[in-house]
């Protein structure tokens, strides 16, 4: 006579149902945290969009992007979303400005602002949480040593800088602490910085995590490739190397409202944080 296996398929049956149940919610916790984040990015875009940008030039942007130009969190320093944003559609960009939210600065979620003049045309910045009239530009370029000519082709310039940031390394000292730099591979913001032939350029950052702590302009002319480098990091010091030889080292900084590079925070209400800055549980 025949014995019927009623535990297995029955094992096997509840198994299937808590595997279901295990991954109904897997996809439902993405969601909620899919949702966070959108909601995050919009406060900053909303931010960014009441920039208001005047200058004497004519044909100076008055309007940073509508959407960023990267993307990153920072957990280790608390930045729960955060972003950067270029001013200027055409051409290399006349300033950057990140976005970050932090779950506690001084105690209480905040938005976070670093500043960056990418050109000696005076310019203004004003509306709602921002007021910045920088002196000056932060760049001053240098020839690449040891760079071929520029490539005729848009695709083998690219190699090209891809090539030349393979061979930067850096570093920053925060609160004492020395900190190794990593050259992201992949460019930012790609554009062209006149109309000569093979005139190309690519922003590059370098990064503590994927915190851009500087940025690393690669441009032609045409003719030759140059580099320069502006900080995105308050860290007491920060260089760039080619080749193990110092490329660029950090100014001082010097916070204020006429700076090439400097910083502001405001109140921020961050969704998914209580006003202490702890996560908001469902």
Not at 71 to 95: I, N, S
Not at 136 to 161: N, W, Y
Request: overall charge positive; charged content about 25%; hydrophobic content about 40%.
């Amino acid at each position: 006579m025949k014995r019927r296996m009623w535990g297995r398929p029955l094992a096997i049956a509840l198994m299937c149902s808590v595997s279901l149940a295990l991954a109904q919610d897997a996809r439902l916790e993405k969601a909620k945290d899919d949702e966070l984040t959108t909601r995050r990015h919009e406060l900053m875009q909303q931010r960014m969009a009441s920039a208001q940008v005047s200058s004497r030039e004519a044909g100076f942007p008055e309007k940073f992007s509508e959407k960023p130009i990267f993307r990153y969190t920072d957990p280790a320093r608390h930045y729960v979303a955060a972003a950067v944003w270029k001013l200027g559609e055409t051409g290399r960009p006349r300033a950057i400005i990140t976005t970050e939210l932090h779950r506690q600065y001084f105690g209480k979620p905040r938005i976070v602002y670093e500043y960056l003049s990418l050109t000696p045309a005076m310019f203004v910045v004003t509306g709602g949480d921002f007021g910045w009239m920088p002196e000056g530009s932060a760049l001053e370029f240098k020839p690449v040593p040891g760079a071929p000519a520029p490539d005729e082709t848009a695709q083998r310039r690219l190699r090209q800088m891809r090539a030349i940031v393979n061979r930067v390394t850096g570093e920053e000292v925060v609160a004492k602490e020395r900190c190794e730099l990593r050259l992201l591979p992949q460019p930012i913001d790609r554009y062209a910085p006149s109309s000569a032939d093979r005139a190309d350029g690519a922003i590059f950052i370098a990064t503590f995590g994927t915190n851009p702590e500087a940025v690393l302009f690669i441009e032609s002319d045409g003719q030759a490739w140059n580099y320069a480098v502006g900080r995105l990091s308050g860290a007491q010091t920060i260089s760039l190397s080619i080749d193990g030889k110092t490329a660029w080292e950090g100014a001082p900084v010097r916070y204020g409202i006429n700076s090439f590079y400097t910083a502001s925070n405001a109140q921020a209400d961050i969704p998914g944080l209580a006003p202490d800055g702890s996560e908001i549980k469902p």
